[in-house]
């Protein structure tokens, strides 16, 4: 069985805090993946490890079962410039925080890998920058600046930019949670959207109710390890480890 990305042997330190402690996952394509877990379980960390925002410390990622980077004299993986900028585009990333240039347009922050990354003529990353911001909601507010839109439109604008770039992976980290609770379910509309393409996904949320009718896949990550991963209705409705029922009998408003 072929998988397009891969963590083996995963582990990523802090100083003294091991945050990854030996992290293995094998992803399919068109899987869409749910990574629960409480703060502090390495949610985060492994997404940042995956697209190499994050350095691991040790361990391989690989694409298409072909290792990322070079291993040096010291055993450590090294990772050139341009081998970074084609794995992020292939594995692109939308944040808990939007990152939004504040004095750009919207339709000018969506142009800018295009433009910049994939080097694509002007009117070209315009085409593709609009067509993008209508699949998510937004044509109407193309010549807005981020600072005169409400916190779902800002991460649907981000939504946007990540597609741009026409990944085969999208990773989201928590998009949902710098939100107020009336704007979250526009963004997990838009996410919902994409799921039915077939895109491969990954999502870190609290959004219980949401991962169990997105994912065909749920994590639950514990100190630095997947303690559990299976099909929602294993994972979320029989989980078998305690920590995994302990961290789900929180979600009381949690419904299937």
Do not use: W
């Not at 939308?94 to 990354?117: I, K, T």
């Not at 916190?151 to 999208?170: C, F, K, N, W």
């Not at 989980?239 to 302990?246: A, I, L, S, V």
């Amino acid at each position: 069985m072929s998988f397009v990305l891969q963590a083996r042997d995963l582990h990523k330190r802090f100083g003294e805090t091991e945050v990854l402690k030996g992290i293995g996952l094998d992803v399919k394509a068109g899987e869409r993946i749910a990574i629960l877990g409480s703060s502090g379980s390495g949610k985060s960390t492994l997404l940042r490890c995956l697209n190499l925002l994050e350095t691991p410390s040790r361990g391989e990622i690989l694409l298409d079962g072909k290792a990322v980077g070079r291993p040096g004299r010291d055993g450590a993986v090294r990772y050139g410039e341009t081998e970074l900028n084609r794995l992020r585009m292939r594995v692109g990333m939308v944040f808990q925080q939007f990152h939004l240039f504040p004095h750009r347009s919207v339709l000018e922050n969506v142009m800018e890998g295009p433009r910049f990354v994939l080097d694509r003529p002007r009117a070209e990353a315009q085409a593709l920058a609009e067509r993008h911001l209508a699949r998510v909601g937004l044509a109407d507010k193309a010549g807005a600046y981020p600072a005169n839109l409400s916190g779902g439109q800002q991460q649907r604008v981000a939504i946007a930019r990540a597609l741009a770039m026409d990944p085969e992976i999208l990773l989201f980290d928590e998009p949902t949670s710098s939100l107020d609770p009336e704007l979250v379910g526009e963004v997990l509309e838009v996410i919902r959207g994409l799921s039915a393409e077939g895109r491969t996904m990954l999502l870190v949320t609290h959004e219980l109710g949401f991962a169990y009718h997105f994912a065909t896949r749920v994590l639950f990550l514990h100190d630095g390890h997947i303690l559990e991963d299976g099909p929602p209705d294993i994972v979320l409705k029989a989980p078998r480890e305690e920590r995994t029922q302990q961290f789900l009998a929180r979600f009381t408003a949690f419904r299937f």
